[in-house]
Nanobody
Framework: QLQLVQSGGGSVPPGGSLRLSCAAS????????ISWFRQAPGKEREGISC????????HYTYSVKGRFTISRDNAKDTSYLQMDNLQPEDTAVYYC??????????????????WGKGSLVTVSA
């Protein structure tokens, strides 16, 4: 069974950078679109970025567009979320998730089948 192993969280000052990783274990990411979510303290979980099965199409929510970069390395069965110019409002637990069915979109934030356990990102001075 597919498991998603996350790494790369931590604490940085405003303006700093972090890279999150989401690696497949037990199976492969081939055939899955990959999405990243975050949940800030006291808030609902939100989808922030996703990438299509072949990596050719990506989506970002407005709040992270231009600062975050999603990618996937199918040879390594790993997805990455590069986060630059981090701000205090980016403080959250970040999750990766995968789905085979994405509807008419190349990727989405619905019908996720497997989830990582989360990575805490803290941005403070």
């Amino acid at each position: 069974q597919l498991q998603l192993v996350q790494s790369g969280g931590g604490s940085v000052p405003p303006g700093g950078s972090l890279r999150l990783s989401c690696a497949a274990s037990g199976s492969t990411l081939a055939g899955y679109a990959i999405s990243w979510f975050r949940q800030a303290p006291g808030k609902e979980r939100e989808g922030i970025s996703c990438i299509s099965k072949n990596g050719g199409q990506v989506h970002y929510t407005y709040s992270v567009k231009g600062r975050f970069t999603i990618s996937r390395d199918n040879a390594k069965d790993t997805s990455y979320l590069q986060m630059d110019n981090l701000q205090p409002e980016d403080t959250a637990v970040y999750y990766c998730a995968v789905a085979r069915r994405t509807g008419i979109a190349p990727c989405s934030y619905e019908r996720m089948e497997y989830w990582g356990k989360g990575s805490l990102v803290t941005v403070s001075a």
